[in-house]
């Protein structure tokens, strides 16, 4: 069985030259070194610093998204030391530890504004941050906290190399000043005495002070590592010396305080973990000791047992374990020696990275029971490294995966010991990343992060799956390596078939709109010559297929929050998750196209299923493309009509729009006076042209008729998903509607809907064809008439639009301009079917 090695999926990403410049003005400055990291949260980014220069860069591209030279008040330029992504206020940022001539400075980088928003000096050299809450008050949100923290508002845990760890108030409800590193605040030091804090934290607010609850004074012994856990509610603190803390953010109380077994070596970093129904309540606190970057250092993996008298589950959802009774360490591992698949005697490890990846599955079967709240059933910690060795040049990269259920079931070890195979390890598998290191080798490999939606297993041999298909060996994942030049992606397949190995590369390139590299794919597995091409051919569209069944109803399960009227906030998550969706079926349908033409083989039968498979996935694609604009332009979340007055935002308002179109067909009704057709709405026409199936669509929501307007925006996006109406009409009436809310809610302050047209490429000539319709509707008969007749309109004539047009002016008495249109529109579209002009002409002018 061969080792599992990396494959590289692009090439090298560069950054942006002038971000490359910027970070090498330093390199010749000893004290300055670049560093950088991929930011913890969903936003998709990476940082990277050398002396005062600061880089924010997309993690997918490398593309230069905000930058900052930062300023000292000294002689020498300050040199940013640690950074960690923050997002306050529906804005996003990072916390940034600034080292200057006098001392550190913690700043608020606002990542949309590219500058400091807010700076406060911190005693000693800052070696990590970390941040608690991005809110504040005493509210239901904040009652994990203790008393005196809950009058802060924004909170970041600081760590120096003398031994601080504090706990800082951002006052990010003052934002009335904007501070600069040059400007920064004094900090207070309070104790936790909640009754003072109210007083003292408004005088300070005047004096340009923030205050801070410091839980470790300056000892000598610098504190190394720092994370936050959540589900603990416990702040984790390595130091220098190999000692571990934990504080529980409820008491404020040191809850843990011992050395590691590794003696006096640095705690390098944290990761959280927790396994899947454990009956004891514990879960599991990685600490990884390195020293990092010296010589002969090596890097150690300790995972240490915590166990709690409580685990329940809060009316937020959030799970919350209460009551530490112990914490010991069960597990350690040397990320070096024989067990490892190293050619030489090691002379230097160091950790690249460290993450924890979690999966949730719905289990309908499960107690609800605050007893039975469901954990993981995927619970994977990810830790990728390098390591020199005698006579090597470059070093040997490496990423490891440890499954915790998987150990679990081998009995939990507490070490993989000396000769035994990571090939038959149940719980801890390693891949190479060599062929990344060979193609990038003159440069600084800084960070490594595995995507955690693309975690998954290979597909079993058989049925049932034999043991080893549960060994992480079997793991499949995408990951993103971050250099000092670039970005590089890559995917790392477990053992598996050649159509899992088809699976992977597909996967990575769907999710990456590796357009190229899917074309690439379906030219190679389904040219003639190819062995096995109908095999591969079956194969893709399956996994294509399948891949869009998934993604649609994932997109419902989006959707759904987005149609309920009882909400009305699109959270950022939930739209970097529609996002997600609508970009995966684009790449999905761009497969289902290149099938069509790529496909040298196909039977009458399976020609006609692709062709229906793309129409769907093109469907669907386009669906999640609108539903996407509507929430960026704040039409969606729907809300009831009762809210439509306190929603600063265009609004649509069933009830409002309904009874506009009421009174006006009852008004069509009376004028028609049975001598003309009363029913000559443009809208109607326009409806009535897509068939019963808009019909019956708009009649499944309470309130819909059937008719225009639409009872919901859920109705009305819906018809984007029915097939065999032409495209140009489902555009034509959103248009429509559009013009109905801007109309209706002529002084909403937000973003605007005008953009539509634009987003989705529709002729101009359609939409002034549709604002000459929706004119015509509102009684305005002249602007009606110049838009109908625009020359670009003329392109874009709808079969029924003249007979209806027609009718609808002398229904209403208009009859010298439904003259003028008759005889222009004769004039210009000769063929087309009309009605007899002597009858018109004496309709018109009153001859008998």
Not at 20 to 34: K, Q, R
Not at 64 to 86: I, K, N, Q, T
Not at 289 to 298: C, F, H, T
């Amino acid at each position: 069985m061969h080792d599992l090695t990396a494959q590289v999926t692009s090439s090298l990403l560069p950054f942006p030259g002038v971000t490359i410049d910027a970070l090498g003005e330093d390199e010749i400055t000893l004290d300055s070194v670049l560093h950088g990291k991929f930011t913890v949260g969903r936003c998709g980014l990476a940082w990277l610093a050398c002396g005062p220069h600061l880089e924010v860069v997309h993690a997918v591209t490398g593309e230069r998204l905000s930058a900052y030279c930062f300023s000292g008040g000294g002689e020498h330029p300050p040199s940013v030391l640690a950074a960690r992504d923050f997002s306050w206020l529906k804005r996003s940022g990072l916390l940034v530890g600034l080292e200057e001539a006098e001392g550190s400075v913690l700043c608020l980088y606002d990542l949309g504004l590219s500058r400091v928003v807010k700076a406060v000096v911190i005693p000693g050299r800052i070696t990590a941050i970390e941040p608690l809450v991005s809110y504040g008050g005493a509210s239901t949100s904040t009652q994990h906290l203790h008393q005196s923290l809950r009058w802060f508002f924004g909170i970041a845990a600081v760590v120096t190399d003398l031994g601080h760890v504090l706990l800082v108030d951002l006052c990010l409800d003052d934002l009335s000043c904007s501070q600069s590193e040059l400007e920064a605040s004094d900090l207070q030091v309070v104790t936790k005495s909640p009754a003072e804090i109210p007083r003292l934290r408004e005088v300070s607010t005047r004096q340009g002070r923030h205050l801070c609850l410091q839980l470790n004074g300056p000892s000598g012994v610098g504190a190394t590592a720092l994370q936050y856990i959540s589900r603990t509610n416990q702040l984790a603190v390595g130091f220098s010396d190999g000692y571990l803390q934990l504080w529980n953010m409820k008491a404020l109380k040191k809850e843990y305080h011992s050395q590691l077994e590794g003696g006096r070596v640095p705690v390098h970093a944290f990761t959280f973990q927790e396994p899947e129904n454990d009956p004891r309540n514990c879960c599991y606190l990685w600490a990884v000791q390195s020293a990092q970057d010296l010589e002969g250092d090596m890097v150690s993996l300790r995972l240490l047992q915590l166990a709690f008298s409580e685990r329940k589950c809060l009316a937020s959802g959030k799970i919350l374990y209460e009551g530490l009774e112990y914490c010991e360490e069960r597990y350690s591992q040397e990320l070096s020696g024989t067990a490892f698949p190293l050619r030489a005697q090691t002379t230097n490890t160091r950790l690249l990275s460290c993450q924890t990846i979690e999966k949730f599955r719905a289990h309908p079967d499960r107690d609800d029971s605050m007893n039975d709240v469901a954990s993981p059933d995927t619970s994977v910690s990810i830790f990728s490294w390098q390591v020199k060795a005698y006579g090597q040049g470059t070093p040997s990269t490496y990423i490891g995966v440890f499954d915790i259920n998987r150990w679990y079931h081998a009995q939990m070890p507490d070490s993989l010991r000396t000769g035994e195979s990571l090939q038959n390890c149940p719980y801890l598998a390693v891949w190479s990343l060599d062929t990344v290191v060979q193609m990038v080798s003159s440069h600084v490999l800084l960070d490594a992060v595995v995507h955690d939606r693309s975690l998954s297993r290979g597909l079993p041999f058989t049925c049932p799956p034999p043991e080893q298909y549960f060994n992480p060996t079997t793991y499949n994942f995408d990951a993103t390596c971050l250099l000092n030049s670039g970005i590089v992606h890559l995917t790392c397949s477990g053992y598996q078939k050649e159509e899992e190995q088809l699976d992977a590369i597909l996967s990575t390139a769907v999710e990456t709109s590796s357009l190229g590299m899917i074309t690439g794919c379906i030219k190679q597995w389904t040219a003639e010559e190819q062995p096995g091409s109908a095999l591969n051919l079956r194969y893709i569209l399956d996994w294509a297929w399948n891949k869009v069944v998934q993604t649609k109803e994932e997109l419902d399960g989006i959707c759904a929050p987005l149609f309920d009227s009882s909400s009305n906030f699109t959270d950022p998550q939930t739209m970097q998750l529609l996002q997600h969706s609508q970009r995966l079926l684009g790449n999905l349908s761009t497969i289902f196209h290149c099938l069509l033409s790529e496909a040298q083989e196909l039977t009458q039968k399976g020609l006609l299923g692709l062709m229906n498979k793309n129409m769907v996935s093109s469907l669907i694609s386009k669906y999640a493309q609108v539903v996407l604009w509507f929430c960026r332009t704040g039409l969606l979340p729907e809300g009831s009509d009762d809210d439509a007055l306190q929603i600063s935002r265009p609004f649509y308002s069933h009830s409002v729009i309904s009874n506009y179109y009421t009174i006006r067909r009852e008004e069509l009704t009376r004028l028609a006076k049975g001598k003309w057709c009363a029913d000559c709405l443009m809208i109607d026409g326009l409806v009535s042209q897509c068939g019963e199936r808009v019909t019956n669509l708009w009649k499944r929501d309470d309130g819909g008729t059937g008719q225009y307007p639409p009872p919901t925006l859920h109705a009305l996006l819906d018809i984007y998903l029915l097939d065999n109406i032409d495209e140009a009409a489902k555009h034509a009436i959103v248009i429509y509607l559009l013009l109905d809310v801007m109309y209706s809610f002529p002084n909403k302050e937000g973003a605007s809907v005008e953009s539509f047209p634009t987003a989705f490429a529709i002729p101009i000539g359609l939409v002034k064809l549709v604002q000459g319709l929706w004119l015509l509707d509102h009684h305005d008969h002249q602007s009606s008439f110049e838009l109908l007749l625009h020359p670009a309109a003329s392109h874009c004539q709808f079969e029924w639009q003249h007979e209806r047009v027609l009718q609808a002016l002398m229904c209403q008495g208009q009859q010298s301009v439904a003259l003028r249109y008759f005889m222009l529109q004769s004039h210009r579209f000769p063929p087309h079917p009309r009605p007899s002009s002597t009858c018109l002409y004496c309709c018109t002018t009153g001859v008998s």
